[in-house]
Structure formats: C-alpha cells, structure tokens
C-alpha cells in the first residue's frame, strides 16, 4: 500500500513563499508521474503542476512561472515550492502520483495566503 504524507503548508502574506512536500512510503518516485493539485472552498480540484518521466515538468497557466515541481529519489519525495504568492492560491493542496495503473493521493495541507 502506498502512503504519502504532504507537509509544509501554512499561513503567509501575498508575496511570500512556502514549500510544500509530499513524502512517500517507499521508492516510488523514481519515474512516477507526480501530480499536485488543489481545492479551494466551494470549487474544483484543480490541476497545478506534474513531473513526469525524465523530470519533466509542466504547469498550470495559473501558477506558471510561480511554482517549481521537482523530486528528490533519495528522500523519496516531491516538492512544490510556491513563490510570489496569491490569495486566489488559497486552498488545500493534495499530492498524487501514479504507480502501475493505480493513483495515489496524499491527505492534503492547507496553504492560506492573505492580501
């Protein structure tokens, strides 16, 4: 079974920055499409950003030259670092990554950004 545990949001101003991390139960990472998403009060979960074979990445128009994905194997995690924050970023962010045919999801970390 796999588990994965999202760490880092927090409560932050406009402008600033936070890193969010996803870390899995085992080895899972390496070549795995990873996925982060979010879900605001009231709206849709939302796509922001993928790393995917290769390490690449791409971005929601929204969080486009904003937001950085990347992976570390030998920590067995992914990252979302955040910078230049908004308050429409606001919401609860969930890590996802694909193992074999299955999707996995993280339980979620709330990020609160105020104007």
């Known amino acids: 079974q796999v588990q994965l545990v999202e760490s880092g949001g927090g409560y932050v101003q406009a402008g600033g920055s936070l890193r969010l991390s996803c870390a899995a139960s085992?080895?899972?990472?390496?070549?795995?499409?990873a996925d982060w998403y979010r879900q605001a009060p009231g709206k849709q979960r939302e796509w922001v950003a993928e790393?995917?074979?290769?390490?690449?990445?791409n971005y929601a128009s929204s969080v486009k030259g904003r937001f950085t994905i990347a992976r570390d194997n030998a920590k067995n995690t992914v990252y979302l670092q955040m910078n230049n924050l908004k308050p429409e970023d606001t919401a609860v962010y969930y890590c996802?990554?694909?193992?074999?045919?299955?999707?996995?999801w993280g339980q979620g970390t709330q990020v609160t950004v105020s104007s």
């Open positions: 996802r990554i694909l193992v074999g045919a299955n999707y996995y």
């Open positions: 085992g080895s899972i990472f390496r070549d795995n499409r």
């Open positions: 790393i995917i074979r290769g390490d690449s990445t």
